[in-house]
């Protein structure tokens, strides 16, 4: 019985929300069937991007996607989360660096960390010792890493406990107002 709770919670927890993995080539694909199933680099390339529907991500939800083997945290922020990322100093920072792979030098300013600010699209590893944070919880609000308590805010910086680094953020971009393609 414990297991099968377990496998329910892991489940719930995991809300896949329409997501396919894309890749560069796309439609390529289908006209070389016999190079892509002998070739393993096109395998590797096929999981290079996420696509994510968000049309079913309500306010203030926060939904885990894989992307090249790694869990996503995608969340509609409500407007005092992100005032919340905002009202805050970088001086209050622990890690004052934003983490976002796709601008290395920004500062950790919230604007530097979204695209927009409804969505908050982070990698959902702790930078600790790879833990997957609780969304929603801990003192900011944000996440929080039960396994040795780092704390996150609503822009996913870490502001207590022993993680060096905020989340990173990954590359991804729009492809509408209901998609973003991840990677
Ligand atoms: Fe998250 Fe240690 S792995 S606090």
New binding site residues.
Partial sequence: MAEAHSDDVTRRDFLYVATTAATAVGAGFAAWPFIHQMNPAANVLALATTEVDLTPIEKGQSIKVLWQGKVIFVRRRTEEEIAAARNVQLAELKDPKSENIAKPNASAADENRVVKPEWLILIGI??????I?LANEGEYKGWF??????VYDTSGRIRK???PENLHVPPYAFKSDSTVLIG
């Fill in positions: 702790c930078t600790h010792l790879g833990c944070p890493c039960p396994c040795h308590g780092s406990g022993p993680a």
